[in-house]
Protein backbone atom coordinates (compact mmCIF):
# COMPACT_ATOMS: atom_id res chain seq x y z
CA UNK A 1 0.00 0.00 0.00
CA UNK A 2 1.33 3.35 -0.53
CA UNK A 3 -0.04 5.26 2.76
CA UNK A 4 0.72 4.03 6.41
CA UNK A 5 2.80 0.98 4.54
CA UNK A 6 3.68 -1.25 7.96
CA UNK A 7 7.30 -0.98 9.11
CA UNK A 8 9.53 -3.53 8.66
CA UNK A 9 9.34 -6.36 11.42
CA UNK A 10 11.34 -6.17 14.51
CA UNK A 11 13.76 -8.40 15.71
CA UNK A 12 12.22 -8.39 18.47
CA UNK A 13 9.03 -7.42 19.53
CA UNK A 14 6.93 -6.89 22.50
CA UNK A 15 5.70 -9.69 24.45
CA UNK A 16 2.20 -8.45 23.63
CA UNK A 17 2.75 -8.27 20.34
CA UNK A 18 3.97 -12.37 19.33
CA UNK A 19 1.94 -14.54 17.06
CA UNK A 20 1.50 -16.63 20.62
CA UNK A 21 2.34 -16.04 24.06
CA UNK A 22 5.31 -18.90 24.24
CA UNK A 23 6.41 -18.34 20.90
CA UNK A 24 9.96 -16.96 20.54
CA UNK A 25 9.80 -13.72 17.54
CA UNK A 26 12.26 -15.36 15.74
CA UNK A 27 10.46 -18.30 14.90
CA UNK A 28 11.40 -20.31 11.94
CA UNK A 29 9.41 -23.90 12.05
CA UNK A 30 5.48 -24.98 12.26
CA UNK A 31 6.52 -25.95 15.66
CA UNK A 32 6.80 -22.70 17.23
CA UNK A 33 4.01 -19.65 17.41
CA UNK A 34 1.01 -22.11 16.88
CA UNK A 35 -1.32 -23.24 19.52
CA UNK A 36 -2.52 -26.45 17.29
CA UNK A 37 -1.25 -29.31 16.13
CA UNK A 38 -1.49 -29.31 12.06
CA UNK A 39 -2.59 -32.74 10.06
CA UNK A 40 -5.92 -33.78 9.03
CA UNK A 41 -7.47 -32.93 12.81
CA UNK A 42 -6.46 -29.10 12.31
CA UNK A 43 -8.37 -29.52 8.78
CA UNK A 44 -11.51 -30.64 10.02
CA UNK A 45 -11.20 -28.16 12.96
CA UNK A 46 -10.68 -25.27 10.04
CA UNK A 47 -13.13 -26.64 8.38
CA UNK A 48 -16.05 -26.96 10.87
CA UNK A 49 -14.83 -23.25 12.11
CA UNK A 50 -14.53 -21.84 8.36
CA UNK A 51 -17.66 -23.29 6.97
CA UNK A 52 -19.83 -23.01 9.87
CA UNK A 53 -20.49 -26.35 10.48
CA UNK A 54 -19.51 -29.96 9.29
CA UNK A 55 -19.17 -31.67 6.59
CA UNK A 56 -21.98 -34.39 7.33
CA UNK A 57 -23.68 -35.21 3.86
CA UNK A 58 -22.88 -37.41 1.11
CA UNK A 59 -23.48 -36.56 -2.46
CA UNK A 60 -26.67 -38.72 -2.71
CA UNK A 61 -27.26 -37.57 0.71
CA UNK A 62 -27.65 -33.73 -0.67
CA UNK A 63 -29.81 -34.84 -3.73
CA UNK A 64 -32.21 -36.30 -1.51
CA UNK A 65 -32.02 -32.94 0.99
CA UNK A 66 -32.32 -30.18 -1.45
CA UNK A 67 -34.44 -32.22 -4.04
CA UNK A 68 -32.19 -31.16 -7.19
CA UNK A 69 -31.03 -33.44 -9.52
CA UNK A 70 -27.36 -34.91 -9.31
CA UNK A 71 -26.70 -33.05 -12.41
CA UNK A 72 -28.04 -29.45 -11.06
CA UNK A 73 -25.32 -30.27 -7.94
CA UNK A 74 -22.51 -31.39 -10.70
CA UNK A 75 -22.59 -28.81 -12.45
CA UNK A 76 -22.79 -26.18 -9.66
CA UNK A 77 -19.99 -27.52 -8.21
CA UNK A 78 -17.99 -27.71 -11.01
CA UNK A 79 -19.01 -23.93 -12.03
CA UNK A 80 -17.47 -22.83 -8.75
CA UNK A 81 -14.67 -25.14 -9.20
CA UNK A 82 -15.00 -27.56 -6.27
CA UNK A 83 -16.03 -30.62 -8.41
CA UNK A 84 -17.27 -33.48 -6.88
CA UNK A 85 -14.25 -35.74 -6.25
CA UNK A 86 -14.91 -37.97 -3.17
CA UNK A 87 -19.21 -38.70 -3.98
CA UNK A 88 -18.84 -41.25 -1.33
CA UNK A 89 -17.59 -38.69 1.45
CA UNK A 90 -19.22 -36.71 3.64
CA UNK A 91 -18.29 -33.60 1.77
CA UNK A 92 -21.37 -31.13 2.05
CA UNK A 93 -22.58 -28.90 4.88
CA UNK A 94 -25.86 -28.01 6.11
CA UNK A 95 -25.09 -24.31 4.62
CA UNK A 96 -24.33 -26.31 1.12
CA UNK A 97 -28.05 -27.08 1.16
CA UNK A 98 -29.10 -23.77 1.84
CA UNK A 99 -27.01 -22.67 -0.71
CA UNK A 100 -27.90 -25.14 -3.62
CA UNK A 101 -31.82 -24.45 -2.78
CA UNK A 102 -31.99 -20.81 -2.80
CA UNK A 103 -29.56 -21.16 -6.18
CA UNK A 104 -32.14 -22.84 -7.67
CA UNK A 105 -35.27 -20.73 -6.64
CA UNK A 106 -33.13 -17.61 -8.36
CA UNK A 107 -32.38 -19.68 -11.49
CA UNK A 108 -35.87 -20.94 -11.82
CA UNK A 109 -37.30 -17.59 -10.47
CA UNK A 110 -35.59 -15.80 -13.51
CA UNK A 111 -36.37 -18.55 -16.07
CA UNK A 112 -32.59 -18.69 -16.72
CA UNK A 113 -30.84 -21.63 -19.40
CA UNK A 114 -27.76 -23.44 -18.62
CA UNK A 115 -25.48 -21.27 -20.11
CA UNK A 116 -26.68 -17.92 -17.55
CA UNK A 117 -26.71 -20.10 -15.01
CA UNK A 118 -23.65 -21.03 -15.61
CA UNK A 119 -21.83 -17.52 -15.93
CA UNK A 120 -23.62 -16.51 -12.75
CA UNK A 121 -22.09 -19.15 -10.61
CA UNK A 122 -18.67 -19.12 -12.53
CA UNK A 123 -18.68 -15.50 -11.58
CA UNK A 124 -19.10 -16.11 -7.98
CA UNK A 125 -16.76 -18.72 -7.98
CA UNK A 126 -13.97 -17.47 -9.94
CA UNK A 127 -14.19 -14.02 -8.08
CA UNK A 128 -14.65 -15.47 -4.22
CA UNK A 129 -11.60 -17.94 -5.53
CA UNK A 130 -9.42 -15.17 -6.38
CA UNK A 131 -10.24 -13.58 -3.13
CA UNK A 132 -10.28 -16.26 -0.39
CA UNK A 133 -6.02 -16.57 -2.20
CA UNK A 134 -5.51 -12.53 -2.26
CA UNK A 135 -6.44 -12.04 1.19
CA UNK A 136 -4.53 -15.00 2.55
CA UNK A 137 -1.50 -14.15 0.98
CA UNK A 138 -1.78 -10.65 2.26
CA UNK A 139 -2.48 -11.87 5.68
CA UNK A 140 0.50 -14.59 5.38
CA UNK A 141 2.82 -11.52 3.92
CA UNK A 142 1.96 -9.22 7.01
CA UNK A 143 2.40 -11.86 9.71
CA UNK A 144 6.24 -12.99 8.05
CA UNK A 145 6.67 -9.19 8.08
CA UNK A 146 5.39 -8.09 11.43
CA UNK A 147 7.02 -10.96 13.18
CA UNK A 148 10.05 -11.85 11.20
CA UNK A 149 8.86 -14.73 10.34
CA UNK A 150 9.88 -17.24 7.09
CA UNK A 151 7.19 -18.17 4.28
CA UNK A 152 6.28 -21.74 6.32
CA UNK A 153 6.16 -20.54 9.86
CA UNK A 154 3.91 -17.21 8.39
CA UNK A 155 1.23 -19.79 6.50
CA UNK A 156 0.94 -21.83 10.02
CA UNK A 157 0.20 -18.88 11.27
CA UNK A 158 -2.11 -17.80 9.22
CA UNK A 159 -3.75 -20.95 9.70
CA UNK A 160 -4.70 -20.26 13.43
CA UNK A 161 -6.02 -17.00 12.37
CA UNK A 162 -8.23 -17.29 9.57
CA UNK A 163 -11.10 -18.85 11.61
CA UNK A 164 -11.31 -15.88 13.68
CA UNK A 165 -11.18 -13.57 10.71
CA UNK A 166 -13.84 -15.46 8.66
CA UNK A 167 -16.73 -13.81 10.38
CA UNK A 168 -15.76 -10.03 9.39
CA UNK A 169 -14.78 -10.78 6.44
CA UNK A 170 -17.74 -12.36 5.29
CA UNK A 171 -19.53 -9.53 5.99
CA UNK A 172 -17.34 -7.32 4.95
CA UNK A 173 -17.21 -9.32 1.61
CA UNK A 174 -21.18 -8.81 1.56
CA UNK A 175 -21.08 -4.84 2.03
CA UNK A 176 -18.55 -4.46 -0.68
CA UNK A 177 -20.53 -6.42 -2.75
CA UNK A 178 -23.75 -4.23 -2.38
CA UNK A 179 -21.63 -0.98 -2.30
CA UNK A 180 -20.30 -1.97 -6.16
CA UNK A 181 -23.43 -3.15 -6.92
CA UNK A 182 -25.27 0.17 -6.43
CA UNK A 183 -22.45 2.06 -7.71
CA UNK A 184 -23.09 -0.12 -11.29
CA UNK A 185 -27.22 0.12 -11.22
CA UNK A 186 -26.56 3.89 -10.39
CA UNK A 187 -24.70 4.18 -13.30
CA UNK A 188 -26.47 2.18 -15.96
CA UNK A 189 -29.83 3.79 -14.31
CA UNK A 190 -28.18 7.05 -15.82
CA UNK A 191 -26.57 6.33 -18.78
CA UNK A 192 -29.76 3.79 -19.92
CA UNK A 193 -32.11 6.54 -18.56
CA UNK A 194 -33.98 7.23 -22.41
CA UNK A 195 -33.29 4.20 -23.82
CA UNK A 196 -37.06 2.39 -23.49
CA UNK A 197 -38.14 5.31 -25.38
CA UNK A 198 -35.55 5.40 -28.50
CA UNK A 199 -36.88 3.83 -31.69
CA UNK A 200 -33.59 2.35 -32.85
CA UNK A 201 -31.08 0.04 -31.42
CA UNK A 202 -28.25 -1.22 -33.88
CA UNK A 203 -28.13 -4.83 -33.33
CA UNK A 204 -24.70 -5.14 -34.96
CA UNK A 205 -22.75 -2.27 -32.81
CA UNK A 206 -21.21 -3.59 -30.02
CA UNK A 207 -23.53 -1.71 -27.03
CA UNK A 208 -21.32 0.32 -24.59
CA UNK A 209 -19.48 3.53 -25.52
CA UNK A 210 -16.70 3.81 -23.27
CA UNK A 211 -13.21 5.75 -23.02
CA UNK A 212 -11.09 2.64 -22.78
CA UNK A 213 -6.94 2.52 -21.92
CA UNK A 214 -4.48 1.13 -20.87
CA UNK A 215 -1.25 2.09 -18.56
CA UNK A 216 2.12 -0.29 -19.06
CA UNK A 217 5.10 0.41 -16.70
CA UNK A 218 8.22 1.48 -18.66
CA UNK A 219 11.04 -1.22 -18.23
CA UNK A 220 9.44 -3.37 -15.86
CA UNK A 221 11.65 -6.41 -16.72
CA UNK A 222 14.42 -4.31 -16.42
CA UNK A 223 13.15 -2.99 -13.01
CA UNK A 224 11.74 -5.63 -11.58
CA UNK A 225 15.30 -8.26 -12.40
CA UNK A 226 17.03 -9.56 -9.48
CA UNK A 227 13.85 -8.72 -7.18
CA UNK A 228 13.10 -11.16 -4.56
CA UNK A 229 9.90 -12.26 -4.27
CA UNK A 230 8.49 -10.23 -1.25
CA UNK A 231 10.20 -7.25 -3.47
CA UNK A 232 8.38 -7.92 -7.05
CA UNK A 233 4.85 -8.20 -5.03
CA UNK A 234 5.70 -5.24 -3.22
CA UNK A 235 6.39 -3.36 -6.42
CA UNK A 236 3.28 -5.16 -8.16
CA UNK A 237 0.95 -4.34 -5.31
CA UNK A 238 2.22 -0.77 -5.12
CA UNK A 239 1.95 0.26 -9.00
CA UNK A 240 -1.81 -1.28 -8.89
CA UNK A 241 -2.94 0.83 -5.47
CA UNK A 242 -1.41 3.93 -7.03
CA UNK A 243 -2.79 3.49 -10.78
CA UNK A 244 -6.02 2.58 -8.98
CA UNK A 245 -5.99 5.65 -6.79
CA UNK A 246 -5.36 8.05 -9.45
CA UNK A 247 -8.06 6.21 -12.00
CA UNK A 248 -10.62 6.53 -9.46
CA UNK A 249 -10.02 9.86 -8.49
CA UNK A 250 -10.30 10.79 -11.65
CA UNK A 251 -14.09 8.99 -12.21
CA UNK A 252 -12.97 6.16 -13.88
CA UNK A 253 -12.25 2.37 -13.35
CA UNK A 254 -10.54 -0.43 -13.32
CA UNK A 255 -11.62 -3.25 -15.39
CA UNK A 256 -7.77 -5.57 -14.57
CA UNK A 257 -4.42 -5.62 -13.78
CA UNK A 258 -2.27 -7.67 -16.48
CA UNK A 259 1.34 -7.32 -14.07
CA UNK A 260 3.06 -4.52 -15.38
CA UNK A 261 -0.55 -3.03 -17.11
CA UNK A 262 -3.90 -1.83 -15.98
CA UNK A 263 -6.88 -1.29 -17.80
CA UNK A 264 -9.06 1.14 -17.10
CA UNK A 265 -12.69 2.64 -18.84
CA UNK A 266 -14.58 5.74 -18.49
CA UNK A 267 -17.92 7.23 -19.25
CA UNK A 268 -16.98 9.97 -21.74
CA UNK A 269 -13.75 10.59 -23.69
CA UNK A 270 -12.90 13.92 -21.54
CA UNK A 271 -13.06 11.41 -18.13
CA UNK A 272 -10.36 9.03 -20.25
CA UNK A 273 -8.54 12.22 -20.88
CA UNK A 274 -8.22 13.20 -17.58
CA UNK A 275 -7.29 9.72 -16.50
CA UNK A 276 -4.92 9.23 -18.84
CA UNK A 277 -2.89 12.25 -18.66
CA UNK A 278 -2.98 11.71 -14.53
CA UNK A 279 -1.68 8.63 -15.39
CA UNK A 280 1.23 9.34 -17.39
CA UNK A 281 1.82 12.69 -15.43
CA UNK A 282 2.19 10.65 -12.10
CA UNK A 283 5.79 10.58 -10.26
CA UNK A 284 7.61 6.73 -10.21
CA UNK A 285 6.60 7.42 -6.17
CA UNK A 286 2.85 8.74 -6.60
CA UNK A 287 2.55 5.47 -8.51
CA UNK A 288 4.64 2.79 -6.49
CA UNK A 289 7.48 2.55 -8.80
CA UNK A 290 10.00 3.95 -7.28
CA UNK A 291 10.23 4.94 -3.65
CA UNK A 292 11.54 8.59 -2.60
CA UNK A 293 15.30 9.31 -4.10
CA UNK A 294 15.28 6.21 -6.31
CA UNK A 295 15.23 6.56 -10.04
CA UNK A 296 11.58 7.45 -11.39
CA UNK A 297 9.90 4.47 -12.94
CA UNK A 298 7.36 5.99 -15.87
CA UNK A 299 4.21 4.96 -17.24
CA UNK A 300 3.08 5.03 -20.73
CA UNK A 301 -0.87 5.07 -21.82
CA UNK A 302 -2.99 5.09 -24.85
CA UNK A 303 -6.48 5.54 -25.00
CA UNK A 304 -9.49 5.47 -27.44
CA UNK A 305 -13.19 6.50 -27.63
CA UNK A 306 -14.68 3.56 -28.48
CA UNK A 307 -17.54 0.64 -28.63
CA UNK A 308 -17.14 -2.44 -26.29
CA UNK A 309 -18.93 -5.57 -25.29
CA UNK A 310 -18.88 -6.08 -20.96
CA UNK A 311 -18.85 -9.57 -20.16
CA UNK A 312 -17.18 -11.58 -17.42
CA UNK A 313 -16.12 -8.46 -15.59
CA UNK A 314 -13.84 -7.88 -18.46
CA UNK A 315 -14.42 -5.37 -21.87
CA UNK A 316 -13.85 -6.63 -25.09
CA UNK A 317 -14.05 -4.73 -28.72
CA UNK A 318 -11.52 -3.53 -31.38
CA UNK A 319 -10.87 -0.67 -29.53
CA UNK A 320 -9.39 -2.57 -26.15
CA UNK A 321 -6.85 -3.93 -28.81
CA UNK A 322 -6.08 -0.41 -30.43
CA UNK A 323 -5.77 1.19 -26.59
CA UNK A 324 -2.92 -1.46 -26.11
CA UNK A 325 -1.45 -0.66 -29.47
CA UNK A 326 -1.47 2.91 -28.98
CA UNK A 327 0.37 2.12 -25.11
CA UNK A 328 2.96 -0.09 -27.01
CA UNK A 329 4.14 3.03 -29.10
CA UNK A 330 4.07 5.81 -26.57
CA UNK A 331 6.93 7.10 -25.09
CA UNK A 332 7.55 6.90 -21.64
CA UNK A 333 5.26 10.00 -19.84
CA UNK A 334 3.26 9.99 -22.89
CA UNK A 335 -0.14 9.27 -24.19
CA UNK A 336 -0.93 8.29 -27.21
CA UNK A 337 -4.95 8.52 -28.78
CA UNK A 338 -6.41 7.60 -32.19
CA UNK A 339 -7.23 10.13 -34.76
CA UNK A 340 -11.70 9.55 -34.23
CA UNK A 341 -10.30 9.96 -30.54
CA UNK A 342 -8.84 13.51 -31.18
CA UNK A 343 -11.10 14.92 -33.21
CA UNK A 344 -13.77 14.33 -30.03
CA UNK A 345 -11.49 15.89 -27.58
CA UNK A 346 -10.40 18.58 -29.86
CA UNK A 347 -14.81 19.77 -30.43
CA UNK A 348 -15.33 19.35 -27.04
CA UNK A 349 -12.52 21.53 -25.49
CA UNK A 350 -9.77 23.81 -25.65
CA UNK A 351 -7.82 22.24 -22.63
CA UNK A 352 -6.32 19.30 -25.15
CA UNK A 353 -3.07 19.96 -26.58
CA UNK A 354 -3.12 17.66 -30.12
CA UNK A 355 -0.20 16.65 -32.02
CA UNK A 356 -0.25 14.15 -34.78
CA UNK A 357 2.69 11.65 -35.11
CA UNK A 358 4.03 9.64 -37.75
CA UNK A 359 2.11 6.91 -39.65
CA UNK A 360 3.80 3.86 -38.48
CA UNK A 361 3.18 0.29 -39.46
CA UNK A 362 1.32 -1.67 -36.36
CA UNK A 363 0.88 -5.59 -36.31
CA UNK A 364 -2.52 -6.69 -36.08
CA UNK A 365 -3.51 -2.74 -36.98
CA UNK A 366 -2.18 -2.00 -39.88
CA UNK A 367 -0.99 1.26 -40.57
CA UNK A 368 -1.64 3.89 -37.91
CA UNK A 369 -1.39 7.18 -37.07
CA UNK A 370 -1.44 8.28 -33.44
CA UNK A 371 -1.73 11.99 -32.23
CA UNK A 372 -0.26 12.48 -28.55
CA UNK A 373 -2.90 14.04 -26.31
CA UNK A 374 -1.06 16.71 -23.74
CA UNK A 375 -2.46 19.62 -22.02
CA UNK A 376 -2.82 22.84 -23.27
CA UNK A 377 -0.78 25.13 -21.07
CA UNK A 378 -1.98 28.95 -21.28
CA UNK A 379 0.41 31.22 -20.73
Given at each position: ?18 P ?10 P ?11 T?T????EI??G ?7 E????T ?6 I ?17 W?T ?29 A??H ?26 S ?27 L??L ?14 A ?10 R ?15 G ?10 Q ?28 A ?11 N ?12 A ?20 F???F ?13 A???TV ?43 G
Open positions: MLENEPDRAESAPAPEDRHQDAPADSSGEHGHSHAFGSDARLDELGPRQYTFSIVERGLDRKKEDFWRWMGLPVTHPTDKFASDVTALREIDEVFEAQEMDARARMAFVRMGTTERLALWQVEALVEHLARRYGLDETARLLALDRLPDLAEILGRQLEHAWRRQAATGRMAIEFAGARDEDHDAHQLPLPAVGFADVVSFTKRTALESAELADFVRFEAGARDIITNCGGRVVKTIGDAILFVDDAETGAQVALLAEATGESLGTAPNEPEIPVRVGFVWGRVLSRGDVGPSVNLASRLTDQEPSLVDKATADILAASSSQYALTSQPVREVPGIGPLAPVRLQRAYT
